[in-house]
Nanobody, 131 residues
Framework: WQLVESGGDLVQPGGSLRLSCAAP????????IAWFRQAPGKEREGVSC????????NYADSVKGRFTISRDNAKNTVYLQMNSLKPEDTALYYC?????????????????????????WGQGTQVTVSS
């Protein structure tokens, strides 16, 4: 089983994109879902995380106020709405699921978790911000 991301594209600075993270083979109802990104030559960065109910979210400082994470468990999908995009947002974006709960909105440990602390990963969708 794995997650499937979509929605990446080439967009101009200041533009918007909405990424989707779907789970074709299992239900995401009980999973915390996180978005990560990795640009060439850079370390992976945690972008945002959402609890299983959607009631708690956390964002990297670099995207606060511009990105919004949400989920529709009925559609088995998590979204990442990205507004006011900047060239430095250019990266491969991918999502991952974990049974570890997100309870505290100030908890950033999800971004530092090891790969094996996440149950499923997607292959990623490319976001390029350029004029």
């Amino acid at each position: 089983w794995q997650l499937v991301e979509s929605g990446g594209d080439l967009v101009q600075p200041g533009g918007s994109l909405r990424l989707s993270c779907a789970a074709p083979g299992f239900t995401i109802d009980y999973f915390t879902i996180a978005w990560f990104r990795q640009a060439p030559g850079k370390e992976r960065e945690g972008v945002s995380c959402i609890s299983s109910s959607g009631g708690t979210t956390n964002y990297a400082d670099s995207v606060k106020g511009r990105f919004t994470i949400s989920r529709d468990n009925a559609k088995n999908t998590v979204y990442l709405q990205m507004n006011s995009l900047k060239p430095e947002d250019t990266a491969l974006y991918y999502c991952a699921s974990t049974t570890a709960p997100l309870v505290d909105p100030d908890d950033e440990s999800w971004a530092r978790a090891r790969d094996d602390e996440y149950d499923y990963w997607g292959q990623g969708t490319q976001v390029t911000v350029s004029s």
